[in-house]
């Protein structure tokens, strides 16, 4: 075997994996992430960094013991020929990358889990049947309401309002931020946990876009953040503070926006949920909201100071980026001190 081969041999025991590794999880990611919900980004994410974390650490096993291969093998004594140096590399290449696929097939596993995420059709009946178990004992079958005398701190008259024209945006925001369904129809709707599951969501949307024509959901696109922090200041301030870390009005308690995803300030906006008036596209046109959603981005990671953001994950991301690339970089001063020493 040459010595080139063997250095490919020796990259390739090092790399490999965390190649396939990273080619693997882009790839599932375009089949079975796309259109997720929060929480199952949230599982792939856990399940990805879990996963980083591991492939960090095999490679840096493995500069580690090549490392110390070096060293003893610089020192001399009975150093072995290529022979020897070869059914290392053979060994070292073969122990990483059975962890390594081990790794890669757990985070596929993960992929699969997720894959009916994908594949969800909103079929119409099961749409009815979650409607009429969890929500027409507040909105009345098929969306009518149910009228009963005692109106909530909202001025809405009975159980539920009626649906029949909210349309898919409205069931959207008020799904996919757990406001819905409400334990009492009394309270006021908080952001929960989300307790359907991604294809249930779709269903329920689809079914409540069903009963009577209604807007679609929105597709914001962020604009300019100085543009948006002065309408901010006008029509949002008052009740979210300046950098929409939220508060307190009568009869309701007013959310901070670190949550809302750009779609949901974009559809809050428009529906008014709870005490919050509505903005029509005359209060706040199109491009107007494009701004507002810019600027209320900004308040929720105003500065990147330090660097790469790695997408505001937190440390752990962070951490195994950085793992990986000292891992690359480690592996890349061991060959060339290598070459240095023989030389
Ligand atoms: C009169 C006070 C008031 C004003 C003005 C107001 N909001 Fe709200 N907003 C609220 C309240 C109260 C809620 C909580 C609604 C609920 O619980 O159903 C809310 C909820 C929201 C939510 C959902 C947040 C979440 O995570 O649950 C978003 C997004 C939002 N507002 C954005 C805006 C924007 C953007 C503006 C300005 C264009 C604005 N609001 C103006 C009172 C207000
Ligand atoms: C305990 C009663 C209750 C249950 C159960 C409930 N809702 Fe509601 N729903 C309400 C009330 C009250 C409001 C008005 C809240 C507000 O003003 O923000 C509301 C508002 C809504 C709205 C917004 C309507 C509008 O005018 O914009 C949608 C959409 C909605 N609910 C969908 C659902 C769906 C889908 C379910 C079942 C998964 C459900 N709700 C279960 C009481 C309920």
Redo the contacts with the bound molecule.
Sequence with gaps: MSRTRLEILQWYALLGGALAWTAEHVLGYFVSDGGCSDRVGHAALWGSMLTGFGVAAVAAAQVAAITVYRATRSVGHDAPGPEGRLRFFAVAALVGNVLFLMLVSLDGLGSLVHLPCAQAASTPRRGAAL?AA??A???GLNGRGVPTPTP?A?G?TG???P?RN?GAR??DF??RTGY??????HDQ?TRRHVVFTEPEIRS?IGY?ASLGPGPAIPTPRPGRVAAGQRLFTDHCAGCHQAVAQGGYVTGARVPPLTDATDRQIAEAVR?G??LMPRFSTKAITRGELNDIVAYVDYTKHPDDRGGWAIGHLGPWPEGAVTWLLAAAALVAICTLLGRRLRA
């Design positions: 409607y969890n929500c004992s507040c909105h909530g909202n809405v159980q539920g309002p649906l909210v409205a069931a008020y799904l819905m369904p409400l334990a009492n129809a709707p329920l409540v529906i949920p709870y």
